[in-house]
């Protein structure tokens, strides 16, 4: 099991930058895939990014470019560094990782981002 905590969100203007945490409640060595994932209103939860425990990067092409995930080990953290944000970027972002064959959430952060 683990327990997953998104931090970092919050208002934004449009062209600012945010970093999303992921704080996980055991070590993250052995978690495979962990990832980003966004809900806005009215519309269905969707991939951002992902990254493996060999460090293999995956991004929405939406995102790409101005995203950034990344793990430090040492901290049981997964972060996601979001530069150039767009107003089409707000949403809840949800941080989810896989661990023996099951997926757990946190329980998302907030990002607005204003015109």
């Known amino acids: 099991q683990v327990q997953l905590v998104e931090s970092g969100g919050g208002l934004v203007q449009a062209g600012g930058a945010l970093r999303l945490s992921c704080a996980a409640s055991?070590?993250?060595?052995?978690?495979?895939?962990m990832g980003w994932y966004r809900q806005a209103p009215g519309k269905e939860r969707e991939l951002v990014a992902t990254?493996?425990?060999?460090?293999?990067?995956t991004y929405a092409d939406l995102v790409k470019g101005r995203f950034t995930i990344s793990r430090d080990n040492a901290k049981n953290t997964v972060y996601l560094q979001m530069n150039s944000l767009k107003p089409e970027d707000t949403a809840v972002y949800y941080c989810?990782?896989?661990?023996?064959?099951?997926?757990?959430w946190g329980q998302g952060t907030q990002v607005t981002v204003a015109s």
């Open positions: 989810a990782a896989d661990l023996i064959l099951r997926r757990y």
């Open positions: 055991r070590s993250i060595r052995s978690i495979n895939f």
């Open positions: 990254l493996t425990s060999r460090g293999t990067t």
